[in-house]
T-cell receptor, first 112, second 110 residues
Framework: EADIYQTPRYLVIGTGKKITLECSQT?????MYWYQQDPGMELHLIHY???????EKGDLSSESTVSRIRTEHFPLTLESARPSHTSQYLC???????????FGSGTRLTVV | GQNIDQPTEMTATEGAIVQINCTYQ??????LFWYQQHAGEAPTFLSY????GLEEKGRFSSFLSRSKGYSYLLLKELQMKDSASYLC???????????FGTGTKLQVIP
């Protein structure tokens, strides 16, 4: 059973819309991450957080923003969606060094 | 920066053994992960190597040589359900910031 939850699982929206992708974990992990992955391609880190009120941009430039007001919650927001944002977005969390990430099921976003 | 290199695709027969290689270059090294990712699903953690040598977990084993910048994942007694992409991922930054390779797509055939 999943300890990290992402909603929605699938989303189709129009260009220019504002959207928030939700991610919550029940494991009490301090570290959380957002990755973007196109089909058959590698994962790219777009945002990460080491704890409450801590957020950093990742290696891949992204027009999204994140917030970390509570340990368990790490939402990602796109202020104005574009077709180039069409991708799968994966949220993950980890306990500490040496432990693998636990990934959510992902949100597959399509912007038309 | 980091650079990770894995073969793009491999095919192996059910019941056989397959070795998936990963080479890397990095300015800092904390450890190396292997993940399994089935098509359309999220990656799942397989192993984490910090020190040189072989670590075995059931049918899966992972090897690391830090001096050579080399790791491999060994899958024994292959099953059809092992058909998936296998991602090599480098932990080279502070606070477990991880870089993923492009993955090796393994197809297991009868």
């Amino acid at each position: 059973e999943a300890d990290i939850y992402q909603t929605p699982r699938y989303l189709v929206i129009g260009t220019g819309k504002k959207i928030t992708l939700e991610c919550s974990q029940t494991m009490g992990h301090d570290k959380m991450y957002w990755y973007q992955q196109d089909p058959g391609m590698e994962l790219h880190l777009i945002h990460y957080s080491y704890g409450v009120n801590s957020t950093e941009k990742g290696d891949l430039s992204s027009e999204s923003t994140v917030s970390r007001i509570r340990t368990e919650h790490f939402p990602l927001t796109l202020e104005s969606a574009r077709p180039s944002h069409t991708s799968q977005y994966l949220c993950a969390s980890s306990e500490s060094r040496g432990y693998g990430y636990t990934f959510g099921s992902g949100t597959r976003l399509t912007v038309v | 920066g980091q650079n990770i290199d894995q073969p793009t695709e491999m095919t192996a027969t059910e019941g056989a053994i397959v070795q998936i290689n990963c080479t890397y270059q990095t300015s800092g090294f904390n450890g190396l992960f292997w993940y399994q990712q089935h098509a359309g699903e999220a990656p799942t953690f397989l192993s984490y190597n910090v020190l040189d040598g072989l670590e075995e977990k059931g049918r899966f084993s992972s090897f690391l040589s830090r001096s050579k910048g080399y790791s491999y994942l060994l899958l024994k007694e292959l099953q059809m359900k092992d058909s998936a992409s296998y991602l090599c991922a480098l932990n080279s930054g502070g606070y477990q910031k991880v870089t993923f390779g492009t993955g090796t797509k393994l197809q297991v055939i009868p």
